[in-house]
Structures are given as structure tokens and as C-alpha cells.
């Protein structure tokens, strides 16, 4: 079906997730920070990038500014955050993602969001002027 990047520090969550989506027929790769996920991203770009916001070494948000700044495609890679932040929907407006779940969230309610990210295939659209 997709290829799909989790980029998660919890590797218990990324493992539940990577297993919980590669039965729907996608092929999984995870990274377990925003470093180890650029890494990813230059061996092979997926159609898809779930990310985590609050991680050490690199967060999900400065990733996804760091795929912005980078070019060579990675900028067009929809992305769905997944986080417990209390301002999840503030952090999401400022990566530029229609695309986000505050964690606890069910499996069929991340499903759906990455089936609707896979069909609609929206770009991020960081806002200007604000860092991630």
C-alpha cells in the first residue's frame, strides 16, 4: 500500500503502531528520534511521515522544519503528529499540518487520519515567520 515512517522515542508505541499498520499492508520503518528520522529520510522517502513531537536529540517539529530547509522533496511528505502536548493543535498550525491526534487516540481513529493523509496527500505548510 504506503511506505510509512514512524518517528516516535517510545519504541514500545512506535512497535504497536509499526505492527498495527503493516497488518493494513503498508510497509514500516521507524526511527526513535527527528536525527534518526532525516537519516531515513535520505535513504528512502516515504509517502508518509508520523512523527512524534516531543523527543530528545531532535523533536518532531524542528524534523519537519529541518525537511522544510532541506528541500530535495522531503518538504512535500504529508505529516501526521501524534503527541499527548497540551497545545497539539497550536503546534500542528505551526509545522502546517491539517493532520494531528492527541494521544490517548484508538487505532482506528489513526487509521482513518492516515488513510485521509494518503488520499488528500497534503503537504505541510509551515507558517512563516514562527519556528517549529
Same mark, same amino acid.
Given at each position: +500500500? ?7 522515542? $517510545?519504541? $514500545? ?19 526513535? $528520534? ?6 531515513? =529520510? ?8 508520523? =512523527? ?10 524542528? +524534523?519537519?522544519?529541518? +525537511?522544510?530547509?532541506? $528541500? ?5 511528505? *504529508? ?8 497545545? =497539539? ?14 494521544? *490517548? ?28
Amino acid at each position: +500500500m504506503a511506505d510509512l515512517l514512524i518517528v516516535d522515542d $517510545d519504541m $514500545d508505541v512506535a512497535d504497536l503502531l509499526g505492527e498495527a499498520l503493516e497488518h493494513r499492508g503498508h510497509d514500516i520503518r521507524i526511527a526513535r $528520534d527527528g536525527e534518526e528520522g532525516l537519516r531515513e =529520510l535520505s535513504i528512502r522517502i516515504p509517502d508518509l511521515v508520523l =512523527l512524534d513531537v516531543e523527543m530528545p536529540v531532535l523533536g518532531g517539529p524542528e +524534523m519537519a522544519y529541518q +525537511m522544510f530547509i532541506r $528541500d530535495l522533496g522531503l518538504e512535500s511528505i *504529508p505529516i501526521v503528529l501524534l503527541s499527548g502536548v497540551v497545545d =497539539l493543535e497550536n503546534v500542528a498550525a505551526r509545522v502546517g499540518t491539517p493532520y494531528f491526534l492527541g494521544k *490517548p487516540y484508538s487505532l482506528n481513529a489513526l487509521f482513518s487520519l492516515c488513510e485521509r493523509a494518503l488520499a488528500e496527500r497534503t503537504p505541510p505548510r509551515p507558517v512563516v515567520g514562527k519556528s517549529c
